[in-house]
C-alpha cells in the first residue's frame, strides 16, 4: 500500500509539473511570439508578494524531499526477488535516491538564482544540466530494469528509461535552440506522460484489479517480502506486455490531447486566434506608390 501512495504521489507531482509547464509555455508564447525564450521557471504572475510568487519551486522541493525520503528508507529494506537479491536492491536503490538528491540540487540553485543575485544561473546551463540528470535517470532506471525477476517490472523500468531520454534530449535542444517552441511544449509533454507512466506502473504491479489476467505478485516465501508482479507462463507474460503496450499507446495519446486542448484554451483565454499578420501589405502599398512617383517623375 505504501509503494502504491507514493507512485500516485509521484504521479500528481510529475502531471502538476508538465501541465502547470505546458499552460505557462503557450502563455508565454502566444503573448509574445517574437520575443519567446525557453524558461526553467515561471512565477505565479498573480501574486503581488515576491516570496508567494515562488511557490511552485517550493513544492517542486517538498515532493522531491518526499522522493528522496522514500528512496533512502526503500534502500535499508531487504529485497531477495530481484537479481543479485539485497545488495543490489540496496544500490540500485541507492542509485535513485543520488539521482533525487541531483534534481533537488539543481532546484535549490535555481530558487537562489531567482531570489538572490548570489548565484546567477542562465536558461541554457539550467536546461543543459537538466538533460545530464534526465540522462542519468535514464541510466539508472534502465538499470534497475535489467536486475528484475519480474518481467512486468522490467517492462514498466524499460519504458521509464525511455521517456527519461526523451526529457534528456529535449532539454539539451533547448540548451542549444532557447527559442525553439516546439521543444519546450514537448519537454513539458514529456513530464506528463511519465507521470501518466508512474500512475500505470503502480496500478499493473500493486493493484489487483488491474494487474493482467495470469500474472501474480512475488512472494519470498521465506521472509515474507512481497515483491512486483510475474507471469509464470510465456503466453500470460506476451499478453501482460501487449496490454502495457498499449497502456502506453493510450497515455501518448492522452498527452496529445491534453497539449491541443491546453493550447486552444490558452489562446482563447489570451483572444489570440492565429499567428501571422499583414504588416507587409502596407509596405508593399507604400512600394508600390514610390514607384509610381519614380516613374511620374521620369517621365
Same mark, same amino acid.
Given at each position: 500500500?505504501? *509503494?502504491?501512495?507514493?507512485?500516485?504521489?509521484?504521479? =500528481?507531482?510529475?502531471? #502538476?509539473?508538465?501541465?502547470?509547464?505546458?499552460?505557462?509555455?503557450? %502563455?508565454?508564447?502566444?503573448?509574445?511570439?517574437?520575443?519567446?525564450?525557453? $524558461?526553467?521557471?515561471?512565477?505565479?504572475?498573480?501574486?503581488?508578494?515576491?516570496?508567494?510568487?515562488?511557490?511552485?519551486?517550493?513544492?517542486?522541493?517538498?515532493?522531491?524531499?518526499?522522493?528522496?525520503?522514500?528512496?533512502?528508507?526503500?534502500?535499508?529494506?531487504?529485497?531477495?526477488?530481484? $537479481?543479485?537479491?539485497?545488495p543490489v536492491h540496496r544500490? *540500485?536503490?541507492?542509485?535513485?535516491?543520488?539521482?533525487?538528491?541531483?534534481?533537488? +540540487?539543481?532546484?535549490?540553485?535555481?530558487?537562489?538564482?531567482?531570489?538572490?543575485?548570489?548565484?546567477?544561473?542562465?536558461?541554457?546551463?539550467?536546461?543543459?544540466?537538466?538533460?545530464?540528470?534526465?540522462?542519468?535517470?535514464?541510466?539508472? #532506471?534502465?538499470?534497475?530494469?535489467?536486475?528484475?525477476?519480474?518481467?512486468?517490472?522490467? $517492462?514498466?523500468?524499460?519504458?521509464?528509461?525511455? +521517456?527519461?531520454?526523451?526529457?534528456?534530449?529535449?532539454?539539451?535542444?533547448? !540548451?542549444?535552440?532557447? $527559442?525553439?517552441?516546439?521543444?519546450?511544449?514537448?519537454?513539458?509533454? =514529456?513530464?506528463?506522460?511519465?507521470?501518466?507512466?508512474?500512475?500505470?506502473?503502480?496500478?499493473?504491479l500493486y493493484v489487483d484489479?488491474?494487474?493482467?489476467?495470469?500474472?501474480?505478485?512475488?512472494?519470498?516465501?521465506? *521472509?515474507?517480502?512481497?515483491? #512486483?508482479?510475474?507471469?509464470?507462463?510465456?503466453?500470460?507474460?506476451?499478453?501482460?506486455?501487449?496490454?502495457?503496450?498499449?497502456?502506453?499507446?493510450?497515455?501518448?495519446?492522452?498527452?496529445?490531447?491534453?497539449?491541443?486542448?491546453?493550447?486552444?484554451?490558452?489562446?482563447?483565454?489570451?483572444? +489570440?486566434? %492565429?499567428?501571422?499578420?499583414?504588416? !507587409?501589405?502596407?509596405?508593399?502599398?507604400?512600394?508600390?506608390?514610390?514607384?509610381?512617383?519614380?516613374?511620374? *517623375?521620369?517621365?
Amino acid at each position: 500500500m505504501a *509503494t502504491l501512495m507514493y507512485h500516485m504521489l509521484s504521479s =500528481s507531482s510529475l502531471l #502538476s509539473l508538465g501541465f502547470y509547464h505546458l499552460i505557462c509555455t503557450t %502563455r508565454n508564447r502566444l503573448k509574445s511570439a517574437g520575443d519567446y525564450v525557453a $524558461k526553467p521557471y515561471h512565477p505565479l504572475s498573480f501574486i503581488s508578494q515576491p516570496h508567494l510568487r515562488r511557490l511552485p519551486l517550493y513544492l517542486l522541493l517538498l515532493c522531491l524531499l518526499i522522493s528522496l525520503i522514500h528512496q533512502s528508507l526503500v534502500s535499508l529494506d531487504a529485497d531477495p526477488l530481484l $537479481k543479485g537479491h539485497t545488495p543490489v536492491h540496496r544500490f *540500485t536503490s541507492l542509485q535513485a535516491a543520488a539521482v533525487v538528491f541531483s534534481f533537488l +540540487i539543481l532546484v535549490v540553485f535555481l530558487l537562489i538564482s531567482e531570489s538572490t543575485s548570489l548565484l546567477p544561473l542562465p536558461p541554457d546551463l539550467f536546461f543543459a544540466l537538466a538533460a545530464a540528470l534526465f540522462y542519468l535517470q535514464y541510466s539508472v #532506471s534502465d538499470s534497475s530494469a535489467s536486475v528484475q525477476t519480474s518481467d512486468l517490472q522490467a $517492462k514498466c523500468d524499460s519504458v521509464s528509461a525511455r +521517456i527519461s531520454a526523451l526529457s534528456a534530449l529535449l532539454c539539451l535542444v533547448i !540548451a542549444v535552440q532557447p $527559442k525553439l517552441f516546439l521543444a519546450d511544449v514537448a519537454l513539458a509533454a =514529456s513530464i506528463c506522460l511519465q507521470g501518466l507512466w508512474v500512475l500505470q506502473t503502480g496500478l499493473s504491479l500493486y493493484v489487483d484489479a488491474f494487474i493482467p489476467e495470469g500474472c501474480h505478485k512475488l512472494l519470498d516465501v521465506v *521472509t515474507g517480502v512481497e515483491g #512486483s508482479t510475474k507471469c509464470d507462463l510465456e503466453d500470460s507474460k506476451l499478453r501482460a506486455i501487449a496490454i502495457l503496450d498499449l497502456a502506453f499507446v493510450v497515455h501518448v495519446m492522452f498527452v496529445l490531447l491534453i497539449v491541443t486542448v491546453t493550447y486552444a484554451a490558452v489562446a482563447k483565454t489570451i483572444g +489570440i486566434r %492565429r499567428f501571422g499578420s499583414y504588416e !507587409a501589405l502596407p509596405n508593399a502599398d507604400s512600394s508600390h506608390i514610390q514607384m509610381k512617383a519614380m516613374t511620374g *517623375t521620369q517621365a
